[in-house]
Structure formats: C-alpha cells, structure tokens
Nanobody, 130 residues
Framework: QVQLVESGGGSVQHGGSLLLSCAASGYMFATCGMGWYRQAAGKERELVASINSDYSTKYEDSVQGRFVISRDNGKTSLYLQMNSLKTEDTAVYYC????????????????????????WGQGTQVTVSS
C-alpha cells in the first residue's frame, strides 16, 4: 500500500524559506516519478515541480529559480526547498507519486511506460504573509 506523508509546512513571511518533506512507503520508491502539487483556496490543484526516477526535474514557471525539488532514494523521501516565498505561494501542498504498475521482486513499482500521478499525501499548509 502506497503511503505518502508530508511535513514541514507552516507560516512564514514574504521572502522567507521552507523545506517540505514527503516520507514514502509501501512501494519501490526509486522506480517512480514524484511531484509536488499545491491548491490555493478557490483554485484548482496545480503541479509545482516534478522529478523523475532519473532525477530529471520540471518546474512550474512561477516557481522556477525559487523552488528546488529533490529526492533521496535511500531514505525514500521527497523534498521541496522553497525560497523567496511570496504571498501567492500560500496553498496546501501535496506530495504525489506516479501510479505504480506491477509487482517485481515482491514490491509494487513503476516498471515501464510512465504513468500519471496516482497516489497522494494528505497535504501540508503553507502560509506566506506580507
């Protein structure tokens, strides 16, 4: 069973920094793409940053140069370092994992064609004040 647990959210002033963490379990973490989504009040959920199993990354334009996504396969953890935070970054942030496909060597994982994100954490609130 895939489990994703976020931590590190909180309140910070404009220009400050936060580090979000996501502890993953229940699947072969190293084989799957991971991402961070956010949803602000009254808005749709949007993809902020993603990192593939080969460590390649993508960022939403508004966070490019301010946020850094990373992963530690040994710790089965995903991170989002958020710098130069703005009030418009205020949202609930969600950790997401690529949909696992099949079992290999006794573990579910992402083996083959890339699939969309299919697993989500419970979210962590980030509030940036002016």
């Amino acid at each position: 069973q895939v489990q994703l647990v976020e931590s590190g959210g909180g309140s910070v002033q404009h220009g400050g920094s936060l580090l979000l963490s996501c502890a993953a379990s229940g699947y072969m973490f190293a084989t799957c793409g991971m991402g961070w989504y956010r949803q602000a009040a009254g808005k749709e959920r949007e993809l902020v940053a993603s990192i593939n199993s080969d460590y390649s990354t993508k960022y939403e334009d508004s966070v490019q140069g301010r946020f850094v996504i990373s992963r530690d396969n040994g710790k089965t953890s995903l991170y989002l370092q958020m710098n130069s935070l703005k009030t418009e970054d205020t949202a609930v942030y969600y950790c997401a994992a690529e949909q696992v496909q099949r079992v290999y060597n006794g573990q579910w994982g992402c083996y083959g064609t890339r699939l969309p994100f299919g697993h989500w954490g419970q979210g962590t609130q980030v509030t940036v004040s002016s």
